[in-house]
């Protein structure tokens, strides 16, 4: 009986083993959308998790290009989708929500030396305000390669607002942002990664053709446009490690999604 109990454990426990060395090395595909926010030195202290220093982001960066990833803009990404551009063959996807000023002084200088390219989402109502970017600021990185998208003219979480303020925050923002001079606005990020099935269809009514929540995982060609996966760049406390064990943990939640939820 002990023996049988034995051999049953040993099955389970080799069972275990199998599927964990399947979630870590097996392939995935689809393409990784990295989420950060600030990227300097200068934190206020309860800002601090959402700050990767300038040290680290650089190393992350290199990383990237040391592993064989390509960055692309989500605005390029949405024409692979839509048959009129080509992925290269490790694509990345760099993305900034809220539109720290930062961005402008560490990230650009940072990308530029590597050739590399993001999406920047701005809240418009913070535009100009200490800390943030200007709008100067917004069409030069433009003109540099930066895509710019949406994040709303207020971070209000728009799960917490009625129909017609959502309806506001998403065309008062993309307007703004074009009568400035930005390229036709087509990408959006949700405040606090906040979202419903509503929401998502209003988004796509006034305009934008993707939109980026928090929910970690990697993108593949049936993930609703409307709900891209992001892997969350937060503080690091660990370093690269914690770096490369972030992008990981987005492939091994693509393994486990077994639905993709389509509108
Ligand atoms: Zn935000």
Partial sequence: MRKKTGRILAACLGALLLFVCWLI?????????????????????????????????????????????????????????????????????????????????????????RGMCATVYVVTNDVGLDRYLTWAQLQDMQ???????????????????????????????????????????????????????AIAQRVREAGYQTAVTGDAGLNQPDTNPYELQRINVAHPRFGLTEFRLRLLKGEIMTKLHWHQHKI
């Fill in 143 to 197: 003109r540099r390669g930066i895509e710019i998208g949406g994040h709303t003219a207020d971070h209000l979480p728009l799960t917490t607002l009625a129909p017609e303020e959502q309806e506001r925050q998403l065309r008062l923002s993309r307007q703004l942002m074009e009568m400035y001079g930005l390229q036709a606005v087509v990408s959006f990020s949700y405040p606090n990664g906040a979202y419903d099935e």
């Fill in 25 to 113: 090395w097996s392939p995935v595909r689809g393409v990784p959308v990295l989420e950060y926010h600030m990227t300097g030195d200068d934190a206020l202290p309860d800002e601090l998790p959402y700050i990767v220093p300038q040290a680290d982001l650089a190393a992350q960066l290199d990383y990237l290009q040391a592993a064989g990833y390509t960055t692309i803009t989500m605005r390029d990404y949405l024409a692979a989708r839509q048959g009129e551009y080509t992925l290269p063959a490790k694509p990345v996807i760099l993305t900034f929500d809220d539109g720290y000023e930062d961005n402008y002084t560490v990230l650009l200088p940072e990308l530029e030396q």
